[in-house]
């Protein structure tokens, strides 16, 4: 007999999430490491033409803020990142809200816009201290880092792909694929411990 994915995947997105916090409170005290924990990652996809105004209304009714241009982010509850030209990724820790827009931008032949639930695939981190630049310069192409609040990029952070973005000169978030998290912790805690 099946189960459900959502049993069998939430014992062990806690574990991860702990193995994450275990390697990195051993590592560094200069940078504060947070996971945000629920978060619901929604992919929010649109065709040309329509597609982005047909977004844009959804979003409106829902009192969610405008979408953000190229390498942006805006808003913190819910966040939008600009992803691609017909992607834009929302994080909320609101439950509700995520529900609402994948009810209502549910895939269909001749939708302009629709919304994909990524979270059970992904993790959100958050990393803040004084000395974030330096961490992420060891591990991110500089040319690639965000450098101003509410800038947000695609990024390799050693060899695994993420999309960061910036809060604040000393304040960042990482979302990246659950599967590797722990190559993920091994790789920040490595460079926690060079600077």
């Known amino acids: 007999m099946a189960t ?6 939430a014992p062990l997105a806690g574990a991860e999430v702990a193995g994450l916090a275990t390697l990195w409170s ?7 490491l947070q996971m945000v924990e629920p978060m619901h990652v929604l992919s929010l996809r649109h065709l040309p ?19 953000p241009g ?19 990724l929302l994080l909320t820790q609101d ?3 995520a529900s609402a ?8 032949p001749g939708a302009l816009a629709c919304a994909l639930d990524l979270s ?12 974030v630049e330096a961490l992420l310069l060891r591990l991110v192409d500089a040319l690639a880092l965000p450098r101003g609040t509410d800038q947000a990029s695609r990024v390799r952070v050693a060899d695994i792909g993420a999309v960061v973005w910036r809060d604040a000169p000393d304040h960042v978030g990482l979302l990246v ?19």
Request: glycine share 10%.
């Open 70 to 88: 190229p390498g942006h982010s805006c808003g913190i509850e819910p966040r939008l990142i600009w992803r691609s030209p017909n992607e834009i």
């Open 26 to 32: 051993k590592a560094s005290t200069a940078i504060v």
């Open 177 to 195: 694929d659950r599967a590797n998290v722990h190559y993920l912790a091994q790789w920040l805690s490595y460079a926690a411990d060079a600077i």
């Open 101 to 108: 827009l994948v009810a209502e931008l549910r895939p269909a």
């Open 95 to 97: 439950a509700d809200l």
């Open 120 to 131: 059970a695939g992904t993790l959100v981190v958050k990393l803040q201290g004084g000395k």
């Open 49 to 67: 033409g329509g597609g982005a105004s047909a977004l844009s209304d959804v979003m409106a009714r829902h009192t969610v803020p405008g979408l």
């Open 4 to 9: 459900p994915d959502n049993f069998v995947l």
